[in-house]
């Protein structure tokens, strides 16, 4: 995966964020953690399930404003498995669902 390191994205308190297939990453958080790339990386498998970035930025959207940042079922499958190294390899199609 595509890292880059920047000042502007993702805003401030967050680390890293998964845009179009890159991850975008502030300055101060270099290097960044496996942990958070694998976070960064399941949402990316995440957005192949949605059958592209447009929708998957939708879908993420409409949960984000249905339930907030923690409770969006994108953002708990990937809380909850960024610690787990072989999660990527053993993650079922549309994973996130059972977080609904």
Not at 15 to 36: D, K, N, Q, Y
Not at 40 to 51: K, T
Request: glycine content about 6%; some cysteine.
């Amino acid at each position: 995966m595509k890292i880059v390191y920047n000042r502007l994205l993702p805003f401030r308190g967050y680390a890293a964020m998964a845009f179009f297939g890159v991850i975008l990453a502030r300055r101060e958080c270099r290097p960044l953690s496996a942990s958070t790339v694998r976070h960064e990386g399941i949402h990316m498998a995440q957005a192949a399930d949605c059958r592209g970035w447009i929708l998957f930025y939708l879908r993420y959207l409409w949960y984000w404003l249905r339930y907030g940042y923690r409770r969006n079922p994108f953002e708990r499958e990937a809380y909850e498995n960024e610690q787990n190294a072989d999660y990527l390899k053993n993650r079922k199609l549309c994973g996130w669902a059972d977080y609904l």
